[in-house]
């Protein structure tokens, strides 16, 4: 199924993103309070930490999309070397797309029409959708294995079909940065898997995706590297047999954890205990 | 069976095709609509006649041979049916756009054109008029009570930091009681007499005392801001998903949900000053297009409007028609023809999303 993704931009000396000292607040509360983040072209960076830490308002930062707050200081997100803030809002959703978390809708929508609204940065306002943007919607779907539900509407979909249309209509708007919030969130193993690997796919494709995850040994098997948010900080980043060790983990969560090594991938597996008093 | 997974291009291309039929159909049906219509009423006129009538007045007569029509019948024509039926369509297509943009910048299916308080306002500049003898015209003032409404809860909504569906919902719901309660107190201080008919069926909505200034007025409004409003249709696309979505979609969210606010007021607004506030085109119109054809904005906003004229002239050729010579207010009939219309659609589309 991973099929050549012709036309995503493929970048040998692109650096990435790269964001440095972001911080957000609301109402003199600061979410966000001095974040640095990077996320490698061409590998799948997890975003990790507990309930609140700020995930999912780092990446709306990151897209720009999040409301107005009380920043502080001038935070920096660069992608491949280009300040993003400084892109026009059509050139960025060119450049970025945002899964979000649990994105729903009343109306009557097919999937098809969902997936074409990816192409919606790429076309005048005034147009509607050529053959050339069904053909990217179809190839989005077959990539993120809903080619089957292209003719269903958007509302009957069970939550695993739902999240493979919202990927698709990310990868309509064919983004080089991909950032997903908790894209397996009420999904089955089999779903989580199959999401994790058409991020890896995209991920080979040259990609930079940078997902927010709950669950860390699903970090630990997928991700390439990972940054562990805590209270709004970065607690740690790194690789990811570097960051998933006790040492970083049991303060974070405020549980105890022990590391084991996968006797086939060699990847780290955690086990988890209530911290006793 | 084997074959029909392979048909997923096939069925990508068949949607250009389907907006192909729809519009002209809808727009056969409304210049039908106009022609019918306009020769249904308590003086029998033939449709050879009422096309003489126009014929003759669009300049059309003497090339064609046409003898023209005595005066009486010919004022019927000329000077009653057909001003109040093109007003009629012309309020029907701005109220059924309106009501589109509306529920997709609300996020809302209970929204209307009169979510702003746009209709209680507008009733309150009538009702000063009517009852308490403002010096204004009465259009005028209903226009003026509709702007204000408008400004009030925009200002309120805007005042509570970005304008979000809901807050939109909530400022527009607190402005329009209001209104409505200064709307009774007028009405329950000052009512005397015949003044009570008159107000309730401006309150209800007609259009029976359309002249072509009200064409020209509603004409032109749905003209210029529902064509403007007609080409939204990718940007309301890309508030499917809700605000996140269309920001990250390259939408500036806040400032289109300003622009196509204000624009269906002082469409909506300039529709109420000429036929008071018609209930249920706004609200269940759009609902009954998108069951017919899904929620595409780009079909959806021109085929709402197409629909909406010619469910309105209907409507309101019933209103004039079944009671004669008593005549109905037009906002009884449209909730009356239209709730069963629309109960029916929803029963046919129930394995549908």
């Not at chain 2, 607190?174 to 401006?202: M, T, Y």
């Not at chain 2, 606010?261 to 300039?270: D, K, P, Q, R, Y």
Request: contains cysteine.
């Amino acid at each position: 199924m991973t099929t050549d993704e012709q036309g995503t931009a493929h970048l040998g000396a692109d650096a990435g993103l790269e964001a440095s000292r972001v911080s957000w607040g609301v109402d003199g509360r600061l979410i966000l309070d001095g974040v640095d983040c990077t996320a490698p072209p061409g590998a799948v960076t997890g975003l990790l930490g507990p309930n609140g830490s700020g995930k999912s308002t780092l990446l709306r930062v990151i897209a720009a999309v999040q409301p107005a707050g009380s920043g502080t200081g001038e935070p920096g997100v660069r992608f491949g070397g280009e300040d993003l803030a400084a892109l026009s809002r059509r050139r960025r959703a060119r450049v970025l797309a945002l899964v979000e978390q649990d994105a729903t809708t009343d109306l009557p929508v097919s999937v098809l029409d969902a997936v074409l609204l990816g192409r919606i940065p790429h076309r005048s306002l005034l147009a509607g959708d050529s053959a050339a943007d069904r053909d990217v919607a179809q190839q989005a779907l077959a990539t993120a294995g809903a080619l089957e539900l292209a003719g269903r509407a958007v509302a009957t979909l069970s939550g695993g079909e739902r999240q493979r249309v919202h990927m698709a209509r990310a990868l309509a708007q064919r983004p080089r940065l991909l950032l997903l919030d908790e894209p397996t969130n009420h999904l089955d193993i089999a779903a989580q898997l199959h999401a994790m690997r058409v991020l890896r796919s995209l991920a080979d494709d040259g990609v930079t995706v940078l997902a927010a995850l709950h669950d860390l040994n699903l970090a630990a098997a997928t991700c390439d590297h990972v940054v562990l948010l805590s209270g709004g900080r970065v607690a740690a980043a790194g690789a990811v047999a570097d960051v998933l060790v006790p040492e970083v983990i049991e303060p974070v969560y405020g549980v105890r954890c022990e590391v084991l090594t996968h006797p086939r991938t060699g990847r780290p597996v955690l086990t988890f205990e209530p911290r006793t008093a | 069976m084997s074959g029909t997974t392979a048909d997923g291009p096939g069925g990508a291309e068949r949607r250009p095709a389907r907006g192909a039929v729809w519009l002209p159909a809808a727009v056969v049906v409304l210049v039908g609509t106009v022609l019918v219509a306009v020769t249904i009423g308590p003086a029998e006129l033939a449709v050879t006649e009422v096309w003489r009538s126009i014929a003759t007045h669009l300049g059309l007569g003497d090339g064609l041979g046409l003898e023209p029509l005595s005066r009486i019948r010919d004022g019927m024509v000329w000077q009653l049916r057909l001003p109040r039926i093109l007003t009629a369509a012309a309020v029907g297509a701005g109220l059924a756009l309106s009501g589109v943009v509306m529920q997709s910048l609300t996020r809302n299916p209970l929204a209307d054109p009169y979510l702003l308080g746009l209709s209680s306002g507008a009733s309150l500049g009538a009702v000063l008029v009517l009852l308490l003898g403002v010096p204004l015209l009465l259009p005028v003032a209903a226009f003026g009570g509709a702007v204000a409404a408008l400004a009030a809860a925009l200002g309120l909504a805007g005042a509570l930091g970005a304008i979000t569906p809901t807050r939109t919902v909530l400022a527009g719901l607190a402005i329009s009681q209001l209104c409505s309660a200064a709307v009774s107190f007028v009405i329950f201080w000052a009512v005397k007499g015949d003044a009570f008919r008159e107000v309730l069926s401006w309150l209800m909505g007609s259009v029976a005392s359309a002249t072509w200034m009200s064409v020209a007025i509603t004409g032109v409004a749905v003209l210029v801001l529902g064509s403007a409003l007609s080409l939204t249709g990718s940007v309301l696309d890309a508030f499917t998903f809700g605000d996140t979505a269309a920001a990250a979609l390259g939408i500036p969210v806040n400032a289109v949900r300003w622009v196509l606010l204000i624009g269906v007021a002082l469409l909506t607004g300039t529709l109420v000053s000429q036929s008071g506030s018609i209930g249920f085109i706004g609200l269940i119109l759009p609902h009954a297009v998108r069951l017919l054809t899904g929620a595409r904005h780009r079909l959806l906003l021109p085929l709402s409007a197409l629909l909406g004229a010619s469910f309105l002239v209907w409507a309101d050729t019933l209103a004039r028609t079944v009671f004669e010579p008593r005549e109905l207010p037009v906002g009884i009939v449209t909730a009356a023809v239209g709730a069963p219309v629309f109960a029916l659609l929803l029963w046919r589309g129930r394995s549908r999303a």
